[in-house]
């Protein structure tokens, strides 16, 4: 049954994964890295994107996004077609490479992880699928730190689109609000929050939905590799012109 087969996805996906991290000193992520760099054709992002599919339904799950989310999160961008992207939450890359690969050329995605070692891997991981140090950065620091210093350093006016993925949903609001407070969202400016059905996202949900600056939508889908664990995904469109709240 579902509680069984969940059991049992626990065990092979976070109980063993934890104890190969402890027995090698290698992490989740950069195991990943290591079956992409054999199994993949390198400078192909669908190679890379489905190889990494391959070894998250086999082996370990290193992304909360997946195909299914997927598809969500590239339509999004294909429609938006940002000229400044941003991520919070970059792993080993994963949703990045499905991100940047419908970036225009003069367009660029920032995307930020907290652990460096971490933001290692994804760069490598990124490259490997081909795209280029032009088209995206990965930048090691927290929201708090970094996002107050978009404005002189990259210069970073405003971004088009954020993906909000650092992790189930606890920060968003804070790093929304931090996004706006720092005139970061123009009015147009796209979010897309991921994992929002966990509890963690539910303050989140209930005032962004409440909130006359934004427009929102529910992607319904399924949590990655797990056909039977509903999940969602929440699309804002910022409504209010720059400036005007702060
Ligand atoms: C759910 S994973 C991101 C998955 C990735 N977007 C994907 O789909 O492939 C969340 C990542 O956010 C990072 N993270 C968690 N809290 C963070 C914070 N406050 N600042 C930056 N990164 C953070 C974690 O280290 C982790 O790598």
Not at 10 to 39: D, Q
Not at 54 to 67: A, D, L, M, N
Not at 105 to 127: G, H
Not at 229 to 238: R, S
């Amino acid at each position: 049954n579902r509680y069984h087969h969940r059991l049992i996805r626990f065990y092979r996906h976070r109980f063993l994964g934890w104890l190969r991290t402890c027995l090698t000193g290698i992490s989740p992520e950069e195991r990943a890295f290591r079956y992409v760099l054999t199994n993949s054709t390198h400078g192909k992002p669908e190679s890379v994107l489905n190889t990494l599919d391959e070894w998250c339904g086999k082996y370990e799950c290193v992304t909360s996004t997946g195909p299914e989310k997927g598809q969500i999160l590239e339509s999004v961008v294909q429609r938006t077609c940002p000229v400044k992207a941003l991520e919070l939450g970059t792993n080993c890359g994963y949703s990045a490479i499905r991100i940047a690969r419908h970036l225009q050329p003069e367009a660029k995605l920032y995307t930020l992880e907290q652990d460096p070692k971490t933001a290692e891997v994804a760069e490598e991981m990124i490259l490997v699928a081909g795209l280029k140090h032009s088209q995206f950065q990965v930048v090691t620091g927290s929201p708090t730190e970094v996002i107050p210093q978009f404005k002189t350093s990259p210069r970073v006016e405003t971004f088009d689109f954020v993906f909000l993925n650092q992790g189930q949903g606890a920060d968003y609001l804070r790093n929304l609000c931090l996004l706006e407070k720092e005139g970061l969202l123009s009015k147009g400016s796209v979010i897309l929050a991921n994992n929002v059905t966990h509890s963690e996202a539910a303050g989140f949900l209930s005032s962004v939905r409440s909130d006359p600056h934004y427009r929102t939508t529910f992607h319904p889908c399924t949590a990655p590799y797990e056909k039977d664990v509903a999940d969602g995904m929440e699309e804002l469109v910022f409504l209010k012109d720059n400036g005007e709240r702060n």
